[in-house]
């Protein structure tokens, strides 16, 4: 019988000083990743009111163990660009145009793109991603996945040109020749089905694999990771610099035309109209207060109801609004999208909504008598 002891703390390093003096794990299935989730797990420690906020940071490095049973992402680079697929309506089927895989499988569900995006062929990688072991066995990342998951570690690898400093307002990097180095991003853009999730987690397991921490990030770095780039920021600066708030006269020209211009006191400084600047003020405090926007799915299930709309789209879980009016967390079983489109055909449910990449298995198929499905 082993005796069991407990400990509180909230400390990230002391918890990690107990956690490497635990005994070694018992050998367990490569599979154990699947196990299904648990209860959640709480640490124990001390209130906010207690203690005293801190920055989380990594207490230590990739350790050996970590990283002992990891591999590279082995992949080929083409010298020309793959074929083109066949053109379906407005769209092509979507592949890998300029790297190939020897052990990512293809896509689970179809996907595409335009033909535009499609005409252009990505640009060859030079970079090597790292991943666990087990990746290729449970086949967890498909063909399109991987290729995501280089072209990140490749914005990773270079630096933006020139030098930055962080704007007054904290919304933009400015160039500066005293200014830092920062590293590029990489916008991930993919539409529903694609499995953005998985996308990326694998860059987060890249990054980690590389021993690269939040505490390994320069004072620029930081303060970058800070800059709140929302639409509703840009309007709110657009306002307060542009709304019209001087005072206007008006004046005759030399042919007695009337006309107006900015007003100025006797020392040339702007005279401003206090009405003009209660407004403007109004105006940014109620955009403020303006709710989060909803996707136009979301959007389109919230008003008519999920007992009024199939949904066939790659997304394992959404938020719904319950007959109590309370926001719900649904998962989402893989053959929800088969049962959602019978719903539809039977017409037991009368709007279907696709994604783009569902929506393109539709195009050119007879559906017979039931309903028509929009896109």
């Known amino acids: 019988m082993a005796l069991v002891r407990t400990i509180l703390t909230a400390d990230l390093i002391s918890l990690h000083e107990l956690i490497t003096a635990l005994p070694p794990r018992v050998q367990t299935s490569a599979n154990i990743h699947r196990l299904p989730l648990g209860k959640p797990v709480r640490l124990v420690g001390k209130t906010s009111a207690q203690s005293v906020p801190v920055r989380p940071v990594a207490p230590f490095a990739a350790t050996p163990a970590a990283t002992a049973n990891a591999i590279d992402l082995a992949y080929s680079v083409l010298a020309d660009p793959a074929p083109v697929p066949e053109q379906?309506?407005?769209?092509?089927?979507?592949r890998p145009s300029r790297i190939?895989?020897?052990?990512?499988p293809v896509h689970p569900t179809p996907l595409v793109e335009s033909v535009a995006m499609g005409s252009v062929a990505a640009p060859q990688p030079d970079v090597c991603p790292r991943l666990p072991?087990?990746?290729?066995?449970?086949?967890?990342?498909?063909?399109?996945?991987?290729?995501?998951?280089?072209?990140?570690?490749?914005?990773?690898?270079?630096?933006?040109?020139?030098?930055?400093?962080?704007?007054?307002?904290?919304?933009?990097?400015?160039?500066?020749?005293?200014?830092?180095?920062?590293?590029?991003?990489?916008?991930?853009?993919?539409?529903?089905?694609?499995?953005?999730?998985?996308?990326?987690?694998?860059?987060?397991?890249?990054?980690?694999?590389?021993?690269?921490?939040?505490?390994?990030?320069?004072?620029?770095?930081?303060?970058?990771?800070?800059?709140?780039?929302?639409?509703?920021?840009?309007?709110?600066?657009?306002?307060?610099?542009?709304?019209?708030?001087?005072?206007?006269?008006?004046?005759?020209?030399?042919?007695?035309?009337?006309?107006?211009?900015?007003?100025?006191?006797?020392?040339?400084?702007?005279v401003f109209c206090p009405r003009a600047i209660a407004a403007r003020d109004a105006l940014i405090e109620q955009l403020c207060a303006l709710p989060p926007i909803a996707t136009a799915l979301d959007a389109i299930i919230e008003h008519f109801g999920t007992d009024a709309v199939a949904e066939v789209t790659?997304?394992?879980?959404?938020?719904?609004?319950?007959?109590?009016?309370?926001?719900?967390?649904?998962?989402?079983?893989?053959?929800?999208?088969?049962?959602?489109?019978q719903n539809f055909?039977?017409?037991?449910?009368?709007?279907?909504?696709?994604?783009?990449?569902?929506?393109?298995?539709w195009h050119g198929r007879t559906v017979g008598s039931g309903p028509t499905p929009h896109c």
């Open 100 to 104: 190939a895989f020897e052990y990512a």
């Open 345 to 361: 055909m039977e017409g037991t449910k009368r709007i279907l909504v696709f994604s783009d990449a569902q929506c393109a298995l």
């Open 88 to 94: 379906a309506g407005i769209y092509l089927p979507y």
């Open 314 to 341: 790659g997304r394992t879980r959404r938020l719904v609004l319950g007959r109590d009016g309370e926001q719900r967390l649904e998962r989402r079983s893989p053959s929800a999208n088969v049962a959602e489109a």
């Open 133 to 270: 072991a087990f990746w290729q066995a449970d086949g967890l990342l498909s063909e399109a996945q991987c290729e995501t998951l280089v072209y990140a570690a490749q914005a990773f690898a270079c630096d933006l040109p020139g030098q930055f400093k962080v704007s007054q307002e904290g919304t933009s990097l400015e160039l500066s020749e005293d200014g830092h180095s920062y590293r590029q991003g990489f916008f991930l853009g993919d539409g529903t089905g694609a499995g953005k999730g998985r996308q990326i987690a694998a860059v987060i397991m890249d990054r980690w694999l590389a021993g690269e921490r939040l505490a390994d990030l320069t004072v620029e770095e930081r303060e970058a990771l800070d800059i709140d780039l929302s639409p509703r920021e840009y309007v709110i600066d657009y306002l307060t610099k542009s709304f019209p708030i001087r005072l206007m006269q008006v004046f005759a020209d030399e042919d007695g035309n009337l006309r107006s211009e900015a007003m100025s006191d006797g020392e040339g400084n702007p």
